[in-house]
């Protein structure tokens, strides 16, 4: 069956660094559009950062522009999330989602990334 486990989250000071990874398995992996979503309790569900199936063309929300990456490898079913100079605004639930087309849609079940001194 499909899934998409998320993994690397946890507490770390202002400034620091985390990877974040999504391993997917049960669909054509290199065929989706990839993406890192966040949400803080109360508030929607926000994109972060996506990258494309073929061409990998990314795409970030501005509040992370130029402090966190998001790659691929098809070969390992894998997507990352290198964020760097965290903020406490950057504290939330982040989810993993794939996508193919428009109604082929498949979330994972999110990993906590803390931010705190």
């Not at 903020?87 to 906590?112: F, H, L, M, P």
Request: with cysteine; glycine share 10%.
């Amino acid at each position: 069956q499909v899934q998409l486990v998320e993994s690397g989250g946890g507490l770390v000071q202002p400034g620091g660094s985390l990877r974040l990874s999504c391993a997917a398995s049960g669909f054509r992996f290199s065929d989706y559009v990839m993406s890192w979503y966040r949400q803080d309790p109360g508030k929607e569900r926000e994109l972060v950062a996506s990258i494309g199936s073929l061409s990998h063309t990314t795409n970030y929300a501005d509040s992370v522009k130029g402090r966190f990456t998001i790659s691929r490898d098809n070969a390992k079913n894998t997507v990352y999330l290198q964020m760097n100079s965290l903020r406490a605004e950057d504290t939330a639930r982040y989810y993993c989602k794939a996508r193919s087309g428009i109604s082929t849609v498949y979330w994972g079940q999110g990993t906590q990334v803390t931010v705190s001194s």
